[in-house]
């Protein structure tokens, strides 16, 4: 199933950092220990983990959703409208996360010293460009001139 076309649809939808998902543990873990998180900072770095492992919970809810379910032995090739139901299933968990990601992340941010926060946007900056990339295609790429072009 994994190298079905559906499935690497699928995978193309809903972006890079899949396997994330999965060790969001891990990588909490890996940013408060990068971004030394103090004893004063504990508390909106507790709300930020907890909307990172919210997220990601709901990710994988929503991605557990759009696995096919085999009838009779048989696996249903999605229609355009499904797969329509399904992109905007993702699209909307996707707003949802990045709007409460948003909210904890800037109260963190505010209890940042700068150094956490050259950190910060060192180790999270290319997560959120990576995102933008895949819905946006063209977006983060710089633009060539062709020959002639003006």
Do not use: C
Not at 69 to 82: D, F, M, N, R
Not at 114 to 143: I, W
């Amino acid at each position: 199933m994994g190298n079905t076309p559906m499935m690497g649809g699928m995978r193309n939808m809903m972006g890079p950092g899949m396997a994330a998902l999965d060790h969001i543990e891990g990588r909490i873990a890996f940013l408060r220990a990068e971004l030394n998180i103090t004893e004063a900072q504990t508390s909106a770095w507790n709300a930020f983990a907890d909307a990172l492992r919210t997220n990601a919970k709901k990710l994988a809810q929503v991605r557990g959703s759009m696995m096919p379910q085999p009838s009779a032995g048989q696996q249903q090739v999605p229609t355009i409208a499904e797969r329509f139901d399904m992109q905007e299933q993702w699209l909307l968990a996707r707003l949802d996360g990045v709007r409460a990601l948003k909210s904890a992340f800037t109260s963190l941010y505010g209890t940042l010293l700068e150094d956490q926060k050259k950190t910060a946007n060192e180790l999270l900056l290319p997560h959120m460009e990576m995102g933008m990339m895949t819905m946006m295609p063209g977006l983060m790429q710089p633009v060539q001139m062709q020959p002639g072009a003006r």
